[in-house]
């Protein structure tokens, strides 16, 4: 007995001596704190090296500043040759807004096809016509309908004229129902037309040059 009871002693004494050394060896090595444990005031993530991680705008060239638009100035009218036309307006006008836009469309591809240059396409102000209807007995006339029509201008510049009869041939043998299509020489007025007339601002005008 005497035997197995000192063989139980040394066992126990070397567990504890065991157990006591793995003991200081926890308290020597640091504790890390876990960032759930910190104080939620303090803001610890500001003097990291990664603060201010993702911003990537200062990276990029400054954007020039915009320029203000310059007003529209008239383009110069190209004078008439004796191989080539002036400046022509093709004018496509129409109550259906859709076939006249697919028709000036249509007008922009041919040219392209053929070699005309286009020096510009516009679409000008719509104009609306009120229908009045009269009563068969009676003189009192009311609004029946309004009318709407579409206007677009393909502008030509330098067409040749013996290509001019092809131009014009192909478009009539094209041109949809209901579509009214001409063709004239570009001039300042033409050019003015594009533009709202504003009276107020030209009597403005008027006041201050007398």
């Keep these: 007995m005497n035997a197995v009871f000192r063989k139980l002693q ?24 876990h960032p759930v444990w910190a104080s939620v005031n303090e803001r610890q993530y500001k003097s990291m090296p ?10 990029l060239p400054k954007d ?3 320029k203000k638009r310059d007003r529209q100035q008239m383009k110069e009218i190209v004078v008439e040759t004796e191989t080539t036309y002036a400046t022509l307006n093709v004018n496509v006008s129409g109550y259906d807004m859709t076939v006249v836009e697919h028709f000036s469309q249509h007008i922009h591809n041919l040219c392209n096809r053929l070699g005309i ?14 229908v009045w209807l009269m009563q068969e007995q009676g003189t009192k006339m009311s609004v029946d309908s309004f009318l709407k029509t579409h206007n677009r201008v393909v502008q030509l510049r ?9 131009f014009l041939e192909v478009l009539l043998k094209n041109q949809p129902e209901g579509v009214q299509l001409s ?20 009597g403005l005008k008027a006041k201050i040059s007398h």
């Design 50 to 59: 990664t603060h201010g991680i993702g911003r990537w705008r200062h990276l």
């Design 10 to 33: 040394a066992s126990a004494t070397q567990q504890a001596f065991v157990f006591n050394q793995a003991l200081t060896t926890c308290r020597a090595t640091p504790s890390i704190q």
């Design 64 to 66: 020039p500043p915009k």
């Design 158 to 166: 330098s067409l040749n004229a013996t290509m001019c009869p092809i």
């Design 183 to 202: 063709v004239q020489e570009h001039t300042e007025e033409d050019y003015k037309t594009r533009f709202k007339g504003r009276p107020e601002l030209e």
């Design 117 to 130: 240059k286009v020096l510009d396409c516009y679409a000008l102000q719509t104009k609306t016509t009120e």
